[in-house]
């Protein structure tokens, strides 16, 4: 099966006033294809992922999705497949959860909007917690809110910054799962993080940035393969 | 990008410019135009009073523009600029508010009068204080430069407005704009070309200082 | 996705917000009451004329009522980093703006009326031979004070020291609005307001200027 690029960037650079984070940087998201991009602290991951995610303005270069050009009409298209998570929750803290999904179905213009955050809701465990206060629930409880409400409009392009900062391991394990169960069902995912752990094993490709250049690009052989290659980089012990 | 360089130059070129221009203005203040009759020699300030009341607004207004072309492109070296024109036209914004009570001390026999310019001046002068403290505030990250410069079109377009206010506030009316005689009106002009071309060798050697800008030999 | 459509769930969404956490609200109302109590001991407010330096003494109460309540308008925003999903949401940038204005149109009005009651409750201030006029002039207020209120409040989201530079940028610029609010509430409660006064004129062109401008800034302002 030929592979379908997605979203592709093409000679990305960021200026921060004299400081370049990203020095010209071509990225390729395979439709259905999990990529990991991984880098040091300050070579400019979570600046792309901003960028990929539109909230960030690149200095020069150009973001396509689906082979066209984003902007105008096709900037609210993108946007509406498109999912970010980060460490933070991005949930309301007086809110219940309910009212936060809602709130969130409603931005999005999501048609069939009862059914879906039913949907999304007993698929993460929430709908006994339905009426409570956001705030008050637990980091995992609130974990679960958070990537229920990615995921409620159903991205199809899924940009995770960082995910596993701050999780405990359960958490951690829970979230790798939810990732691989995510990659059968079509869609298109980029994972930002400088941590190698078990959770690169749900790798197609990976990606290295080094001092905002790709200094790597590759499928995913192993995480024996990763850690050497990333090493060979960034200095480390070798196994 | 912005060249250390040719901006040197350029600052140099416009300082020799305006040594020339001000020593003329000067020399035409004291020895050209005549005393003024009512006021006397204290008349004189309305030749560096007004023309750096001007230079200001062009400051600002270059401020102004740089915020724009900063907000839309998103490009660090219009920052640099708007920073720049910011701070230039506070300092000739001071000027305009030394200058005046000096003359008003002899005018109304009282330092500070709130006459509707004098008072605009001072407004101006807390809203680009502002500009600068939140500059000092918040050091150099993305996060204040979009701040400074959403300010400085702001409070740009407020000017006008301060300026209405205060006016209909006050009751002290400035002095009319008296007929100036040729020579007065030749010192004039002479006087305000000097200081505009100061207050842009300023803006040049603020701009060349800004560490963000590139140094290339 | 609606323009309006957008404001209307934002708005109804923040007012919940702000009535279920109370903090902003209460605590601005009841500063209302501790400055004016505070102020009647510094020159004793039942002899001054509320029709003439005292419509000035309200306006600055209010001012700094409103700033306590108009700087907090993105907490909610700023708790888990919700700002970045709005913003991530395939919605228009100016609507998020607008909705966010019109709350703080809606508290800075009820603001106002309870100021206005207390005024009259304590000092028998003439706020209700009027109360028409006043209560459009104060509408007329707030459109600006809050277009400006809004916009320096999501420029510092996340900004440190956010809470010393949010009246330091405010009031410099409200200058213009303050003057004309404090010359007309002196004319309304003498007589009536009139169209043709060039202070209204003032008000309602600081108004449109500004929210307008606001709300073109806004987009460009959020974006990195």
Redo the contacts between chains.
Sequence with gaps: MKEEILVECSHIEKFYGKKQALKGVDLKLFANKITFLMGENGAGKSTLCKILALLSKESNGKILYKRREIKGNLRDEYKKVLGYLSHQTFIYNHLTALENLNFFANLYGITNKKEKIEQVMSSFGLTEYKNQIAGTFSRGLQQRLSLARTLLNDPTVLLLDEPFAGLDPSALYNLAQILSELKTRERTILVVTHEIDDTVEIADNFIILKQGRKVFEDTFYSKENLKNTYFEFFGGVKQ | MILKKLLRKWATLFSILALFTNILALLMVFFYAPTEVQMGEVQKIFYYHVPCAIASYFMVFISFVFSIAF??K???KYDIWAYAGAEVGLVFILCVLVSGPIWGKAAWGKWWVWEPRLTTFL?IF??YF?YI??RI??K?D???L??AS??S???F??VP??N???Y??GSIVHPKSVSLEPQMKLTFFVSLLSVIILSLSFLFWRVSVD??V?DND | MNFLKVIFFVFIKDIKDELRRKENILSSLFFQLLSLVLIHFAVDMTSIDLSKEGAGLMWLIIIFAGTIFMQNIFRKEEENGVFLALLLAPVDRAAIYLAKFFVSFIFLTILEVFLFFLSFFFFGAAVFDSPLQLLILAIGVNVGFSALGTLISSLLINQKGSSILYPLLLYPLLFPLFAAAAALTQSTLKSSLAFSDPWLRLIILFDIIFLAVSSMLFESAVEE
């Design positions: 907000l839309v998103k490009d660090e407004i807390l809203i502002s403290l939140v505030f918040g150099q993305t996060k204040t979009k701040v959403v300010f079109i702001i409070g377009l407020d407005l301060v209405r206010a205060v209909w506030w560490e963000r590139i």
